[in-house]
């Protein structure tokens, strides 16, 4: 069993619903994510072009493992609608090993 540290949750906020299950669609078809949960409703404001910019956005909170994160970023960033898309990955310490290993059984090819 490989240690949590592995494995990789990430990241990443768009526009709305749609895009975000388009997103979700294509990375789990690629086999680059074991799963994509999708909290629509967030209020996000941030500094955007000289300017503070307020939007309600969906973030993205993605399963993989370390492995498959540069090939998971190249697709993220093809598909994303935005300029410069949010693509944070946050390296797990501690998980359910049973959990790992389905995120492994899920993204293997």
């Known amino acids: 069993m490989r240690p949590a540290s592995d494995y990789l949750l990430v990241l990443s906020t768009c526009p709305n619903v749609a895009v975000a299950e388009d997103i ?13 949960n999708m909290i629509p409703g967030v209020i996000s ?13 969906v973030v993205l909170l993605m399963k993989t493992q370390h492995d498959d994160y540069d090939a998971l970023q190249d697709a ?4 994303h ?3 410069l898309p949010e693509i944070i990955a946050v390296s797990l310490e501690n998980a359910l090993p049973a959990y790992l290993s389905w995120i492994s059984d899920s993204v293997t090819k």
């Open 24 to 36: 979700a669609t294509e990375l789990l078809n690629k086999r680059l994510v074991a799963c994509v």
């Open 45 to 57: 404001m941030y500094h955007w072009q000289g300017a503070v910019q307020k939007d309600q956005e």
């Open 76 to 79: 993220l960033r093809r598909v």
């Open 81 to 83: 609608p935005y300029e």
